[in-house]
């Protein structure tokens, strides 16, 4: 009989499960997080969240619904820490999550589920101190990004592959987000196959859902008559929004009678290596002569992200790597066809010919020529909207949820154990 869990430490160091996904180092590992605690607090399992302070009015502790907790740990300067810079808070944010433990009986926390090779590192020493299982999911994987560098992006660092080397040699088991995953984590990582399992991420069916394009338009002061595409995630070179305004000005040369009533819309905000030029979209939009077609808008609440979603006739996730496309996933929920490149997990969270199209490579041309047929083919376009709902509607969190929960009790039987130091 599995034994029971009731109650999981989740860790998140270097992003908080609190801000804004679409900005700063917040995007889909955040809702990831948020929405599979609490599915799981509806399964009955308690879910405390770690994750460091970054602002000194932040109280210790945040209940974002029954069941699920966000801990504040300070590690470092609260604002203005660079990601790059946290390795050397690890010993901080350590001792903080060790600390909190120790106020408790042992065997507080039944298991550990980190997130991000930072979380990973913190995770394993915590593992072998409280003497319980350490489930992993990368989410991005360095050895992977490097392989699918865009242009002028700069590779991780070699501390990071080691970290992340370390933590898949630690972890009792690795999550992949999709079976192209678990592959990488096996071939890259030497990950051993026993210790991988599969669980697709999910979408808030609750939210994103379809409802009225025409009333999404109003409410976000759009045309009724336009053709929308839409681009939502961080402005940074690894999520290619170039890409869509450079395919943008080659619909627009090849046919200028659509300018009239093309609008490009890209709903995000700088992060990563967009931070060195925050202008980078109003910048380039300049110089391809398309400034009157594109409107940036900052990051938007789910609520109102789902209007863009709906107001839109094609999503673009032109993206060099994904681990998976939650925002391909939540478009598709709310009968939004995508455009996405043919990476990673948006191999799964897009049905080619189905709910959008997969598109092969980074060239603005051919990222054009696939777009203007959702101008062109409207017949085929509704028909790719009617299999997103289909496709989205398969991939609930709380599917995700009942699957963590097997992963978690199957990690608990297999638990392998490692002597205690004495002194520690």
Same mark, same amino acid.
């Given at each position: 009989m599995a034994r029971r869990i009731n109650r999981v430490a989740t860790?998140?160091?270097?992003?908080?499960p609190l801000d804004q996904p679409g900005t700063g180092d917040a995007g889909g590992m955040n809702v990831y997080i948020v929405e599979a605690a609490r599915r799981l607090a509806e399964l009955g399992v308690e879910v405390e969240i770690f994750t460091r302070q970054t602002a000194r009015d932040l109280p210790p502790t945040v209940e974002l619904q029954p069941g699920v907790t966000v801990r504040h740990i300070t590690a470092g300067p609260y604002e203005e820490l660079d990601k790059g810079d946290l390795p050397r808070q690890l010993c901080a944010f350590l001792w903080g999550v060790l600390r909190t433990e120790a106020r408790y009986e042992p065997g507080y926390y039944d298991l550990i589920h980190s997130h991000y090779w930072l979380s990973g590192q913190v995770g394993w020493l915590a593992k072998e101190r409280w003497g319980v299982p350490l489930v992993h999911t990368m989410h991005t994987m360095a050895k992977v990004k490097n392989l699918l560098l865009a242009e002028g992006d700069k590779p991780e660092p070699v501390a990071r592959v080691l970290g992340e080397?370390?933590?898949?040699?630690?972890a009792d088991r690795l999550i992949a987000n999709t079976a192209d995953e678990a592959r990488e984590l096996i071939d890259l990582y030497h990950a051993p196959t026993e210790r991988v399992q599969v669980v697709n991420p999910g979408v808030n069916l609750r939210v994103f859902q379809p409802a009225s394009k025409g009333a999404?338009?109003?409410?976000?002061?759009?045309?009724?008559? %336009?053709?929308?595409?839409? @681009?939502?995630?961080r402005i940074q070179p690894l999520k290619a929004p170039d890409v869509l305004l450079k395919a943008t000005a080659r619909m627009l040369a090849e046919d200028p009678a659509l300018r009239s009533r093309l609008i490009v819309a890209c709903v995000g905000g700088p992060s990563g290596n967009g931070l060195a030029r925050p202008s980078l979209l109003t910048d380039l939009a300049a110089e391809l002569g398309i400034s009157d077609v594109v409107r940036l808008a900052p990051p938007a609440p789910q609520d109102e992200l789902a209007d !863009?979603?709906?107001?839109?006739?094609?999503t673009v996730v032109p993206s060099y790597s994904e681990s998976f496309g939650l925002v391909a996933l939540e478009s598709q929920a709310c009968g939004t066809p995508v455009a996405a490149a043919a990476v990673g997990g948006?191999?799964? %969270?897009?049905r080619? #010919?189905?709910s959008g199209v997969l598109v092969d490579g980074h060239e603005p041309q051919t990222w054009a020529t696939a777009l203007?047929? @959702?101008?062109?083919?409207?017949? !085929?376009? #509704?028909?790719?909207?009617s299999g997103a709902r289909e496709h989205a509607a398969a991939f609930g969190w709380s599917a995700t949820a009942a699957r963590l929960l097997e992963v978690y009790q199957d990690a608990m039987a297999g638990l392998r154990?490692?002597?205690v130091a004495a002194n520690l």
């Open positions: 860790i998140s160091m270097h992003t908080s080397e370390q933590v898949v040699d630690m999404a338009r109003r409410r976000l002061e759009l045309p009724q008559d %336009a053709h929308i595409m839409l @681009f939502v995630g !863009w979603y709906r107001a839109a006739d094609v948006l191999r799964t %969270a897009v080619h #010919d189905r203007r047929a @959702f101008v062109d083919r409207p017949a !085929w376009r #509704d028909s790719l909207a154990r490692t002597p």
